[in-house]
């Protein structure tokens, strides 16, 4: 059956402003692929990232540059091929995802054999001076896991400010790559002293062979030193557990894949997130089905989500529903 394929950029405002390390945004902006094959439709989101050398333009050409492939029939396995790990890949794959569920007249979860369960995602608190993050981590404190965008020279007042607004959340800092050797023992002591759960990428991707030397209490967690399964067996010794997510693996499929390797490899996993919307989120709600921590707030940084949109309760998000994805 010849399959259409269509890709659109498209733009959700953000609630406010969210900032990182890196620099500030007040909108999502997204790719979207859409692959039509005999009256059904099948769905998918990225979120290119500047940090991996993706541009908003760029992931759309390389979607589109598939169009003929996907005409010609290619599926999930030639795509990995194709596409290299990214945003785009991302996006395709699952279009296809949805896409076959829909002409198997069955779920995502159901194709992959599972029966989802809600979770419960962090919310991530946007870096800001301590007293700001402190106020929203005080807003927030009712929820039982925060995200702490970290990567200052002042990043102890910004942790201490977060642990005493927020005394009963399990919390967990992301640095952003913004620490150093100089001083990753100091936070490393202060993140232990404060009871966080988890730290994700203190330091550089490509220079973080200290973590193989440094004691720590904390587990520390790969984000930007991971992307794909092959990634994996170089980071034992220096981290502890994984961030996967889709828009690094390059999609469902992959990130299956990894998922597995990283457990059988003894790493806790997070599954996270770009700022996407709730078609990005949905693939990503069965992938976090038992790992440890899920990080799937996209969807409530946003001022507008897409209709329907995934459920949230508080910090609870539910499986997604066959009218959104899956």
Known sequence: MRRNLEATIERFPIAGVFTISRGSKTEAEVVTCTIRAGGLIGRGECVPYRRYGETIEGVLEDVRSV????????????????????????????????????????????????????????????????EAMAAEAAKNGHRPLLKVKLGTADDEARMRAVRLAAPQSAIIIDANEGWTEDNLERHLQIAEDLRIALIEQPLPAGRDEALARVHRVVPVCADESVHATEDLEALRGRYDAVNIKLDKTGGLTEGLRMKAEAKRLGFQVMVGCMVGTSLAMAPAVLLAQEVEYADLDGPLLLARDRQPGLRYEGSTVFPPAADLWG
């Open 67 to 130: 169009s003929e492939a996907i005409f010609e029939g290619a599926d999930r396995a030639g795509l990995q091929r194709i596409l290299k790990p990214g945003a785009a890949r991302n996006a395709v794959d699952c279009a296809l995802w949805d896409l076959e569920a829909k002409q198997a007249g069955q779920s995502v979860s159901a194709l992959l054999g599972i029966t989802p369960r809600p979770l419960t995602t962090a919310f991530t608190l946007s870096l800001g001076e301590p």
